[in-house]
């Protein structure tokens, strides 16, 4: 893994990345499996690596979100009860190169999205999500983040706040411990598939948690992102455009 080309790049990269999706309550996952296709790292390595990094860096986040109030049990509750499960069946699945690329450059299509404010609008009406609504949306989404290699948050949180079911804040706080549960719930599923860690990936963990750490405290408060944004989601559309002609 260190001896990909450039690493010297991506690893000044990575704790960027760390901290910008932290400060939404992410972790991060769809960022860091663009910039390891970009350095053409092996698609093997990718998946389990991005969910060790989203283990650490959402918690992080989920730390500073909780700790400020802004965690809705209820909510998540409705989303994880069914995702936990079918994050540990996606996990399981190995899924072709190519097939994997594809679904990968289009799940990406949601962290520009994201990065771009496109669902950056929440409502002043907060309406209740039923049970049925978070269990068939939570179990799709933690499906797809095992498959994939992701937590689900860069999906979830526009999810809630395009259906008004929770605020800015609210909605990071939930997603940081949705993006938790369901990492590790799929790291298992990977592990229970012969799926091994390289000792360079907690190498990784390290770097990425400087960013973690100064972007959930400061995206609990009030932190104004928006020029690093764009440049983010401009790095996670050239991976996008790579993912789907390579």
């Known amino acids: 893994m260190l001896?990909?080309?450039n690493i010297y790049i991506f690893l000044i990269i990575l704790p960027v990345v760390s901290f910008l999706y932290s400060s939404v309550g992410h972790g991060g996952a769809s960022g860091y499996l663009a910039l390891m296709a970009l350095f053409s790292f092996a698609p093997e390595s990718m998946k389990p690596t991005a969910l060790l990094l989203n283990l650490f860096v959402a918690g992080i986040s989920?730390?500073?979100?909780?700790?400020?109030?802004?965690?809705?049990?209820?909510?998540?509750?409705?989303?994880?009860?069914?995702?936990?499960?079918?994050?540990?069946v996606g996990g399981m699945i190995e899924v072709d190169a190519s097939i994997y690329k594809k679904i990968l450059a289009v799940l990406l299509i949601f962290a520009?999205?994201?990065?771009?404010?496109?669902?950056?609008?929440?409502?002043?009406?907060i309406k209740q999500v039923t049970l049925w609504q978070g269990l068939i949306i939570g179990g799709i989404i933690g499906f797809f983040s095992?498959?994939?290699?992701?937590?689900?948050?860069i999906i979830l949180t526009p999810v809630i706040l395009l259906l008004h079911?929770?605020?800015m804040k609210e909605a990071a706080?939930?997603?940081?411990?949705?993006?938790w549960v369901n990492s590790a719930s799929g790291l298992i599923g990977q592990f229970s598939s012969g799926v091994r860690l390289e000792k360079a990936s907690f190498l990784l963990v390290a770097i990425a948690l400087i960013g973690g750490v100064l972007g959930g405290y400061y995206g609990s408060k009030k932190i104004n992102n928006e020029n690093l944004q764009y440049i983010l989601a401009f790095v996670l559309m050239i991976a996008s455009v790579k993912l789907i002609f390579t």
């Open 146 to 153: 095992g498959l994939i290699g992701i937590g689900g948050g």
């Open 62 to 88: 989920f730390y500073y979100y909780y700790k400020e109030g802004f965690f809705n049990k209820q909510l998540f509750l409705s989303f994880a009860l069914s995702s936990i499960p079918l994050a540990f």
């Open 3 to 5: 001896q990909t080309e």
């Open 173 to 179: 706080a939930v997603s940081a411990l949705f993006i």
């Open 165 to 167: 079911w929770g605020k």
């Open 112 to 125: 520009i999205l994201k990065m771009l404010n496109v669902f950056g609008k929440e409502s002043q009406v």
